[in-house]
Each structure stands twice: as structure tokens, then as C-alpha cells.
């Protein structure tokens, strides 16, 4: 699963990628930096004209980019551990139960779930949901340059769709950040 996932982004980057370079036109080359979840953290991909063109001829670009870690930040890898008192990313990790923020992503369980179930110990107190909110709420921003190169797509008028695995939280980034101004949900 893990393994098509991957494949399956690799070949959405690869269409944005000459989706973009239909937009801008470099001279000699295309090239864009990318950011995934996994334990290939980052990539660059440069391509060439040539193999660009041949890859499709499309005139109407629709991009789909991914909401976090790509256009938004991600505060769970960066200091998601804080809040929560650890020292270290890694203790953190430790504590927290593996399944319980997938489960949630997935819509089997609620919020009250969450707040129960949030780490391993069985004896945890629950996690305060609200405060989680109001961090992730202060956390979230655009990846460097994101908010302008949305916005000059969008007044490229190339149409684009924001996706993710997200929870229903969702909200919380686009009450923040409006991206569904430029970057329809």
C-alpha cells in the first residue's frame, strides 16, 4: 500500500510538474522542489524541455496539491512535541499511541475518542482537545512562498483543488489561512 501511495504521488508530481512548466516556460529547464511524508522527505526533479513535451500535451492544467507538509505547514513534525510537554520528537512519538491519529483521519472515531486514546498509557489523563485545536489553529502557516504562488496560478486562472488525508479539522487551516479562496477543498 505504502509503496502505491508513493508511486501515486510520484506520478501526480511528475504532472505537476510539466503542468507548471506549461505555465512558466523556462528556456532550458523545469525544475521543482518537492515535500512528502515519507522517509524520502525531499526530492528534486529537474527535467528538460524535451522530455517534458513529450510527457503530455494537455492545454487545460488541473493541479492537486496535498494541504500539509506542502502548502501548509505541519506542526505535528515540527513542534507538536512542546505542546505536549516532551523534550524530543522522539519521546513524543514513544508516548503517543501509532493508531489513534489515523483512525481519526479515517472518521472511525470522534474527537472524545481522540482525547482518550491520544497516547498509549491507559492511565493518561485525556488530552485536552480544545487547547490541541487552539495550537494547531496558532501553528498553521504557508510553506515559504506558497500563499504567492497560489495566488498568481489562481490569477493565471489554472484551475487547482486542494486534497488531503486530513481530519475534518480541515477547517481549521481554512478558517486561518482561506485557501479555498485560490485552492478550492
Request: glycine share 2%; charged share 20%; hydrophobic share 40%.
Amino acid at each position: 500500500m505504502e509503496l502505491l501511495g508513493c508511486q501515486l504521488g510520484f506520478a501526480f508530481v511528475i504532472r505537476s510538474i510539466v503542468h507548471l512548466h506549461s505555465v512558466f516556460q523556462s528556456k532550458n529547464q523545469a525544475s521543482v522542489s518537492f515535500r512528502k511524508r515519507t522517509t524520502f522527505r525531499s526530492a528534486r526533479l529537474t527535467m528538460t524541455n524535451n522530455t517534458l513535451n513529450t510527457v503530455t500535451q494537455s492545454s487545460s492544467p488541473i493541479l492537486l496539491f496535498d494541504v500539509m507538509d506542502t502548502v501548509v505547514r505541519d506542526p505535528f513534525f515540527i513542534d507538536m512535541h512542546s505542546h505536549f510537554g516532551f523534550e524530543t520528537f522522539e519521546e513524543f512519538l514513544h508516548a503517543k499511541h501509532p493508531k489513534t491519529w489515523v483512525e481519526f483521519e479515517l472518521g472511525h472515531i470522534s474527537e472524545d475518542d481522540v482525547a482518550k486514546l491520544f497516547f498509549k498509557d491507559p492511565n493518561a489523563k485525556p488530552i485536552d482537545i480544545l487547547a490541541l485545536k487552539n495550537y494547531l489553529v496558532s501553528s498553521y502557516q504557508f510553506i515559504d512562498e506558497m500563499d504567492s504562488l497560489l495566488h498568481e496560478l489562481h490569477n493565471k486562472s489554472i484551475q487547482m483543488h486542494a486534497f488531503s488525508n486530513y481530519t475534518q479539522w480541515y477547517t481549521l487551516i481554512e478558517q486561518k489561512l482561506h485557501l479555498s479562496d485560490v485552492l478550492p477543498w
